[in-house]
């Protein structure tokens, strides 16, 4: 099936024809070397659109028209009121097209269709959060010694190269575009190669929208054609990055040339903490939630899961059960809890880091297995995998497989979970199940992480900041902690007295 018959059935998408295109300048345009990248339906395991890919060349044409736009004061001249006004009617477009873009997500990241709708959802609010924030007093004063006044102002940084991951395509534009938008930058978005189908929806309504030209730009392409000459550019004031660690660290290096700003939100391997006292029900609910949730492909998931030995074999139990009931299917049948991976590539990545985890002498108790049976046959799919008895020190338990295989690891006292839990690479969240309120806070506070959860998991809010400690990031993103990492802050004084200083005597 041709992608428009694909698309315009699946997603109901009127004129899927910008697919092959590229947004620059306030326009659609066709990639200068007419080349394309096939995109995938992982529960399918068939080519549903070809994207057209930017070359380097598409790439400094985005930044240039991006450079202008901001060097011309188009956007960050326009008053914050009407900044906010066009944020809100693209949350309101985004709001009108829920379902459109939640089956688009569903048949590229093969998430299921409520958690589909959930990150449109998601990203509604934030494009209604930074269109009130980009309002708000942003600034600060301080009492100088006379005749001085002195005041801070936060102004945008300038021309902002957005490079987003495969797990949460939708959303992370958004966490991306919003805050940056609000604070009066410029910007270029470079979607995963994988999953770039609703960024090139989004961008069809920014374009009804009506954002000044070249104020936001699409470029969509692989990490080393279209997202690397955003880093190395020295047009290019900030970049702001989601995706693995390694990357992450790579990018680091290669934007040195100009010392732009960097902000990086990368991996994980989050503990998930549960003390003997935790309330069974909601503990087992959201250890099983915490890694199996979008097929365990979270930066926060909840991959390590600690549990107290005096509950350990019969939570365990408890567990397997629970999982082992978890209806694995294509993310559009609304029966499916759980959909497929998002690619070969990922499938391939996981199923060897379960035989590893099999090599290291940990105990698998449940899934482990390719499911190829009633309809599944052609699709990434895997079954919820459980490890018991894993080594803390093990591959399995310090690195990221970003897929749905728990890690659970016994332990005896809350000093030994302590050491566990921050016993890694990474620091992004960690979640605590105790009935004692000293414990959790205790805990929560001994942890290094950017996020610990008390008796729940997941639970995020756009007010709140949102980033990793170590090597899970560099930065923030949301709530006014992710708009101040699109400003930069300026001193300035100014003298009620104007006279010379004297200090030389000619
Ligand atoms: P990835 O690092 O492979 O790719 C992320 C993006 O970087 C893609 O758009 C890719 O094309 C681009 N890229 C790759 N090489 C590049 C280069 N040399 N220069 C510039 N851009 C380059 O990550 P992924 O596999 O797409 O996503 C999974 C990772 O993202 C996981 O590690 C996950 O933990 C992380 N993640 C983190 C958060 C967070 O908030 N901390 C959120 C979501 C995902």
């Not at 900044?83 to 590229?108: G, M, P, Q």
């Not at 709708?117 to 930074?130: I, N, P, S, W």
């Not at 992480?449 to 007010?463: D, F, H, K, M, R």
């Amino acid at each position: 099936m041709s992608q428009v018959n694909y698309l315009s059935k699946v997603g109901k998408w009127s004129n899927p024809t910008h697919i092959g295109q590229l947004y620059i300048n306030g326009e659609w345009v066709d990639p200068s070397e007419n080349r394309t990248i096939p995109v995938i339906n992982p529960a399918m395991g068939e080519t549903i659109a070809e994207v057209g890919l930017a070359s380097q060349k598409d790439v400094q044409s985005a930044i240039l028209a991006a450079r202008q736009a901001f060097d011309d004061g188009v956007w960050r001249s326009t008053s914050p009121h009407k900044r906010a006004k066009l944020l809100s009617k693209l949350a309101s477009k985004i709001e009108d097209d829920l379902n459109n873009l939640a089956e688009i997500e569903t048949v590229n990241n093969g998430k299921t269709l409520r958690e589909a709708k959930g990150d449109v959802e998601e990203a509604v609010k934030t494009f209604r959060y930074y269109a009130g924030l980009a309002t708000k007093p942003t600034g600060e004063t301080f009492e100088a010694e006379e005749p001085f006044v002195a005041r801070v102002v936060r102004e945008p940084i300038g021309v902002c190269g957005q490079i987003i991951p495969w797990n949460y395509p939708l959303l992370m534009a958004a966490w991306k575009l919003a805050p940056a938008l609000a604070a009066g930058n410029t910007c270029i978005l470079k979607p995963s190669e994988i999953t770039p189908l609703t960024a090139i929806r989004l961008f069809e309504l920014i374009d009804e929208v009506g954002f000044p030209k070249g104020v936001v730009n699409l470029v969509n392409g692989t990490g080393v054609e279209a997202g690397q000459p955003l880093v190395e550019s020295t047009l290019v004031d900030k970049i702001a990055f989601t995706g693995g660690t390694a990357t992450g660290k790579t990018i680091l290096e290669k934007s040195v040339g100009n010392l732009k700003r960097v902000s990086l939100e990368l991996g994980g391997k989050s503990p998930n903490i549960i003390f003997a006292d935790a309330d069974y029900e909601s503990a087992l609910d959201y250890a099983t939630f915490a890694i199996f949730n979008n097929a365990g492909q979270v930066c926060s998931a909840g991959s390590r899961l600690l549990v107290d030995q005096k509950i350990y074999d019969q939570f365990i139990k408890d567990l397997v059960e629970v999982t082992k009931k978890i209806r694995v299917g294509n993310g559009l049948d609304p029966s499916s809890e759980m959909g497929s991976l998002v690619s070969e590539q990922q499938l391939t990545k996981i199923k060897n880091y379960i035989e590893i985890g099999k090599t290291e002498g940990a105990k698998l108790v449940c899934g482990g297995n390719r499911l190829r049976t009633n309809g599944l046959e052609d699709g990434f799919f895997i079954e919820p995998t459980i490890f018991v008895d894993v080594k803390p020190k093990s591959r399995i338990a310090q690195e990221e497989i970003f897929g749905p295989v728990l890690c659970i690891i016994p332990f005896e006292t809350e000093e030994e979970a302590i050491n566990i839990a921050n016993d890694s690479p990474f620091g992004l969240a960690a979640g605590i199940f105790t009935s004692d309120v000293s414990k959790a806070e205790r805990v929560a506070k001994a942890i290094r992480a950017g996020v610990t959860w008390i008796n729940t998991y997941e639970q995020n809010l756009i007010e709140g900041p949102w980033g990793g400690y170590k090597e899970s990031g560099i930065g923030r993103e949301l709530g006014i902690y992710g708009f101040n990492e699109y400003t930069e802050v300026k001193q300035i004084i100014n003298t009620l007295k104007v006279e010379p200083t004297g200090w030389f005597s000619s």
